[in-house]
């Protein structure tokens, strides 16, 4: 960044929201991925759509890169300045301009945090779904941006289900407007829809307006061992068969289990069994009856046992387990790779069979949780104490087999966490040359310069 270019920064944003060094710039150089850290050469920190256009305007005329971030939660590098340049940052712009009880729409900043959105919608009785794990320090924009899923897709869908409007500003500056509180809306191709998932590579999101539903009643969690990772997989496709709609079917392994314990310094129930699956039904009226359908899928299956989790401390208990699992991992001895793959989920039991194989083929540990009921895995391929030359060769390796593995059971590369510039390479695994070719021609459209958020998803 010239100086030249930098003076016409400061015009637009004072100095007191422009970091240009490196402790202050710090926390801009990463995001909760392992061992990545890359340094912006400035951050500003945004306060309205005005600044946003014109730095847009600005990047274009001094032909400096710039790279949306939310809270900086993810886990593909995307919010990163992979070429450079600056780093806008919505972090302060996270006003809910309205809570519309009647039509029952939420319209907010995207800075918001996720966790503060959903009880200020919760206050107003109303509910918004998605919930990534990470929903107490990641931002609403970062979810729309990676159109972010969570435990209860399985029941409620992911982030974009819930996008009716968008107000996006283009790389050139220019402000536009898609959807808005509309329930049904084919007036023309589906941009909202098209900038949700988008990585922050075609607009930068500065308002949402998402569809809200009614609060759900009490609810119940469920903790179900098995002996066996193969008994929980298959238990997983036979629930799906078995027509059984739970809010949320998560999946954890018997290493993930212990590391969570570990790190919250708690023991957990049943900390012997291979697998888990938590499972989370809505109190209504058919409760006993569905209650007694898992009970029979489960132990078809050999569960060890059903755990109903009936009070506030031992659900809070299981869930801390849960949402700590990734803190818990990145705790331990060396590094890990991390792939987010996502497969037809009833081919879960196939998936868990083959990444047993290549744990064991390659002699190295791979933890796996996640939200399988979606069909979504988080692999984990641990360095443990793996030698740093021996780690680097074979984690891209093992990388190699588990997209290959993947490919064969028609899955992608990422369910949520997106593609971003660390899982780029491995995009070819999951879609074909022409597919590639035709979402490059769209970021080229929109972006013909490709100042916005350079480097990430495409080679
Ligand atoms: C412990 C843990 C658990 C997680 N659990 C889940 C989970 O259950 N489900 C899930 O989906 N993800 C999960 N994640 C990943 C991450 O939290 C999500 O991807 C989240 O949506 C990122 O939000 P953020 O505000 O931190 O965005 P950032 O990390 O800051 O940015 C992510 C991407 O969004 C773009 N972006 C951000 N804001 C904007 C904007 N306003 N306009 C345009 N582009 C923008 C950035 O350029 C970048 O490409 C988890 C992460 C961690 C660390």
């Known amino acids: 960044m010239s100086g030249e270019s930098l003076d016409a920064l400061k015009d637009i944003i004072p100095e007191n929201r422009l970091k240009t060094e490196l402790p202050e710039m710090e926390d801009y150089c990463h995001d909760e991925y392992p061992d990545i850290f890359i340094e912006p050469e400035a951050v500003a920190l945004a306060e309205n759509e005005d600044e946003i256009s014109k730095i847009l305007k600005w990047s274009q005329k001094y032909n400096v890169p710039v790279t949306p971030r939310g809270l900086g ?35 907010t900043q995207p800075g918001i945090i996720t966790k503060d959105l959903q009880d200020a919608v919760e206050k ?111 238990t997983i496709s036979d629930f799906l068969s078995s027509g059984i709609v739970p809010n949320t079917m998560e999946f954890m392994d018997k290493a993930a289990i212990a590391r969570s314990s570990k790190f919250i310094q708690k023991e957990l129930p049943y900390m012997s069994s291979q697998a888990q699956l938590l499972i989370q039904i809505e109190e209504r009226e058919n409760i006993d009856s569905l209650l007694e359908s898992v009970q029979v899928v489960a132990e078809r299956h050999n569960a060890e046992d059903i755990l109903l989790a009936e009070n506030p ?17 990145k705790q331990s001895e060396g590094s890990m790779e991390i792939a987010d793959v996502s497969i037809p989920r009833h081919r879960i ?103 916005l958020n350079p480097g990430k998803i495409f080679i």
Not at 396 to 411: A, D, H, P, Q, Y
Request: with cysteine.
């Open 313 to 329: 401390v031992q659900q809070e208990l299981i869930w801390q387990a849960r949402r700590n699992l990734y803190e818990a991992l």
């Open 124 to 234: 107003e009785s109303l509910f918004y779904p998605p919930d990534p794990a990470s929903l107490e320090s990641c931002s609403i924009g970062g979810n729309v941006a990676e159109n972010a899923g969570g435990p209860r897709a399985y029941k409620y869908g992911v982030t974009r289900q819930y996008v009716q409007g968008l107000k996006a500003i283009l790389p050139d500056g220019e402000r536009l407007s898609f959807g808005g509180k509309l329930i049904k809306n084919v007036s023309g191709y589906d941009i909202a829809g098209l900038i949700c998932g988008s990585e922050g590579t075609l607009a930068v999101i500065t308002e949402i307006t998402l569809r809200l539903v009614s609060k759900p009643a009490q609810v119940i969690d469920l903790l179900i061992p098995f002996p066996s990772l193969r008994d929980a997989a298959e």
């Open 73 to 107: 939660t993810g886990l593909s590098g995307g919010c990163l300045a992979a070429e450079g340049g600056l780093i806008l940052s919505l972090e302060r712009m996270k006003s809910i301009r309205e809570i519309d009880r009647q039509g029952l729409f939420v319209t």
């Open 349 to 451: 039991p196939l998936l868990i069979e083959g990444l047993r194989k290549i744990s064991e083929i390659n002699s190295t540990e791979i933890i796996n949780y996640g939200h399988a009921g979606d069909g979504n895995v988080h692999v984990h391929v641990m360095q443990n104490f793996i030698e740093s030359e021996e780690w680097d060769k074979r984690k891209l390796l093992i990388m190699k087999e588990i997209f290959n593995l993947v490919s064969s059971l028609e899955g992608v590369v990422s369910g949520e966490h997106g593609i971003g510039f660390l899982k780029k390479k491995y995009l070819k695994y999951c879609l074909d040359d022409q597919s590639l070719k035709l979402m490059q021609a769209i970021k080229k459209t929109i972006d013909p310069e490709n100042l």
